[in-house]
């Protein structure tokens, strides 16, 4: 089993340019989540999934869209992307619907806007 | 509103001393409280959880917690460090079924 993947693990944009992360597992898990990781503030829940076609709103979901089309993939969207999302993100995967079962993280992706 | 506190921004431990990280919880119903690790360049990797039950919980890698409901505190410990434990460690709170508030971190470095 790979776990969880993300790509890419770098990415540079500029103001306003839009990208896709992907993330994918093979565990089969139900639950998957974005984060993002800034200094000083731990973790931040971006979006979340409870299973395909099922989308709801994290702590901090302005500015990125997310879409669960199949069980193994959760891609985040950058519509257009802003200085203030340079960041590192993580993506999450879990069995069961929610965050009580353990969640097994991607490797990161670091993004930088410029 | 929810939110988990780390009072301790970076710690230092001699390898072979004892451990004990803090966390305290604002929720107001029954927390469900986490701690994860981070080792450098990784993703997180859960240590323990607490749900209800027996107060001290004990984890991987030989770490434990103990829940304080009159303190509202989920702190972990270490008997002995190693230098592997030389990593980000994070308390978080589920709030509801699907929502996860961390803790700013603690990063701990191990002295030889």
């Known amino acids: 089993n790979a776990g969880v993947t993300q790509t890419p693990k770098f990415q540079v944009l500029k103001t306003g340019q839009s990208m896709t992360l992907q993330c994918a597992q093979d565990m089969n898990h139900e639950y998957m989540s974005w984060y993002r990781q800034d200094p000083g503030m731990g973790l931040r829940l971006i979006h979340y999934s409870v299973g395909a076609g099922i989308t709801d709103q994290g702590e901090v979901p302005n500015g990125y869209n997310v879409s669960r089309s199949t069980t193994e993939d959760f891609p985040l969207r950058l519509l257009s992307a802003a200085p203030s999302q340079t960041s590192v993100y993580f993506c999450?995967?879990?069995?069961?619907?929610?965050?009580?079962?353990?969640?097994?993280f991607g490797p990161g992706t670091r993004l930088t806007v410029l | 509103a929810q939110s988990v506190t780390q009072p301790d921004i970076h710690i230092t431990v001699s390898e072979g001393a004892s451990l004990e990280l803090r966390c305290n919880y604002s929720y107001g119903a029954t927390p469900y409280l986490f701690w994860y690790v981070q080792s450098p360049g990784q993703g997180l990797q859960l240590l323990l959880k607490?749900?209800?039950?027996?107060?001290l919980v004990q984890g991987i890698k030989g770490f434990e917690a103990e829940f304080k409901r009159s303190q509202s505190s989920f702190n972990l410990r270490k008997p002995s460090v190693h230098w592997s434990d030389a990593a980000e460690y994070f308390c978080a709170v589920g709030v509801g079924n699907n929502d996860m508030r961390f803790g700013a971190g603690t990063r701990l470095t191990v002295k030889p």
């Open positions: 607490y749900f209800s039950g027996d107060t």
């Open positions: 999450a995967s879990s069995a069961g619907q929610g965050v009580y079962n353990e969640q097994f």
